[in-house]
């Protein structure tokens, strides 16, 4: 978790740094975390939960791609994992983003 998490703060860092942009396949993931964060307005309202459901089925899919693939049931746990590793990413994208707006002078 860590890692990736310490990744995604790096990617931040050096978008912010050569005033670049994200890939449409960052931008993505980087959106990860805050369709996490709207899923806890569930209660308000139902449709704050269809990101986080479609981001956990997309996860699943992909587990069960690669395992009927591979032909070995362990190799589900790719899918989930992969996902693990999307949302540390984002996790450290978004904190670096943020403590950056704290920073500037």
Request: charged letters at 15%.
């Amino acid at each position: 978790y860590q890692q990736y998490r310490n990744f995604g703060r790096g990617r931040a860092s050096t978008l912010a740094k050569h005033r670049l942009r994200p890939a449409r396949r960052q931008m993505i993931v980087i959106a990860l975390l805050p369709a996490i964060l709207c899923a806890i307005l569930t209660p308000l309202t139902g449709l704050a939960m269809v990101p986080l459901l479609v981001w956990a089925f997309g996860c699943l899919a992909v587990g069960v791609i690669i395992a009927r693939g591979e032909h070995e049931l362990r190799a589900f746990a790719a899918g989930p994992l992969a996902g693990l590793m999307q949302f540390a990413w984002s996790v450290g994208f978004c904190r670096e983003r943020l403590s950056g707006l704290w920073k500037r002078e």
